[in-house]
């Protein structure tokens, strides 16, 4: 790996630098052209998006500005579940040659496809990502995202592969033997969730792993909700620069955006997805810097294109100047989702606001869970989590006053009472892929 401080504005030494350092003119040019192809291609070839096309009185011929994008309608997933599995893929399904889904919790999996230049170009996108903070083809790259119908893996692993690192397909789970092969492997780039890595970090302490002593410099980490406390934690427990990483099954996976060295937002990979930013209540389009939900447009894919694809994820998109030197816009790191969003007593609160509480207070361990129940017809909010293990046995302190105290922090940050139950130690479950931070009871019978 490249010595990862060195990357600055005058380093040319990027993946593709003549993209990555256009102008704006250049970039918003190359994406006009793109989307005028994107949008043909979903008109003459699937009749979902032509019918939409068509109700909108939108001619795909005549785009003569980004902007004309606003008039279009969007798509949800709502019309990916309606159209299960194939009905939104926009080329004969012989040219498709791999299929991913992503689950979710009702309803029919949304299933995306790619060609085989889709494939290319996802490789591409995310090597990118990779190179331009320092991959080179000397780093063992870790991938311990899940392979199979979720995107994590395959990503990472193409993408490494494209740059020729060592790539390690080691997949989710079995923790110790993770920290085995890290260990004898020499792994220096690990790919994973950022929770996954507290677990491994935990559980590393517990067989005399130490993470100083190992080849480890880099995570790509992604593919749920975390928050700056936590990127500390994490950069400290594992001796890492953690590089925040984001992507959606349904725009293509794990190459969307991701931070580059300088840590303050994420890098859109621009020339391939059209980010706009909405109001998730009205639909009306946000200007940068101000917050809202997050809409892409793919401008590359053929299997499975995206026309104004609502994600649900609550972003701002903004421009500074990058001492990285990519001059493609950035997403703040994404705060959660407009459905993980409760509204409790009329008050809307994230659970990564929570989490940004709870990391800053010394004492407590990286693990918690939002317990959502009913008491007397109303919602009621709990905060389930861990005390370090010297607090716990040792009893130095009054729990009881703890728990205030941090319910006092939540309510000067977020505005409401929400209740702290502290838990023992390694009491609430870990996770080795996306963790389940709310627990939501609300619906069970006492
Ligand atoms: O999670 C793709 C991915 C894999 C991204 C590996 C990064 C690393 P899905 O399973 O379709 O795809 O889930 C997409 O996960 O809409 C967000 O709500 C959430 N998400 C992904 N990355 C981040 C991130 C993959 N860095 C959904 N921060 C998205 C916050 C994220 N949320």
Known sequence: MRNIKNLKADNPDLWDPEVSTASREKIRALQLKNLRQTLKHCYENNVFYKNR?????????????????????????ED???????????TPLNQVIR??????????????????????????????????????????????HGFGLFTGGFGFQYAAEKIGAMVIPVSGGNTERQLKIMNDFKSTVLCCTPSYTLFMAEVADRIGIDFSRLELKLGFLGAEPWSEPMRNEIEK??????????????????????ECLVQDGLHLNEDHFLAEIIDP??????PPGEKGEIV????????????RYRTKDISYLYKNECSCGKTFMKMSRPMGRTDDMLIIRGVNVFPSQIEEVLMNIKDLEPHYLIVLSKENYLDKIEVWVEVSENIFQEKLMDLEFFEKSIENRLY?????????????????????????RVWDRRQEKN
């Open 237 to 258: 427990r594992l001796c890492i620069k953690a590089l925040n990483s984001y992507g959606l099954s349904e725009v293509i996976g794990p190459g969307v955006s991701c």
């Open 412 to 436: 000067s940050a977020i505005g409401i009472h929400i209740n702290v139950s502290l838990k023992e130690p390694k009491t609430i479950a870990r996770s080795e892929g996306k963790a389940q």
């Open 53 to 77: 096309i068509d109700e909108a009185g939108f001619d795909p011929d005549k785009v003569s500005d980004l902007s004309d994008i606003e008039k279009l309608p969007f798509t949800t997933k």
């Open 296 to 307: 892409f447009t793919t401008l590359t894919k053929k299997a499975f294109p995206v026309i």
């Open 80 to 90: 990916l579940r309606v159209n299960y599995p194939f009905g939104l893929f926009c």
């Open 281 to 286: 209540d009205t639909g009306k389009n946000l």
């Open 99 to 144: 299929v991913h889904s992503s689950s979710g919790t009702t309803g029919n999996p949304t299933v995306v496809g790619y060609t085989k230049e889709d494939l290319e170009i996802w490789a591409q996108v995310l090597a990118r990502i990779m190179y331009d903070v320092g991959v080179r083809k000397e780093d063992i790259v870790q991938v311990s």
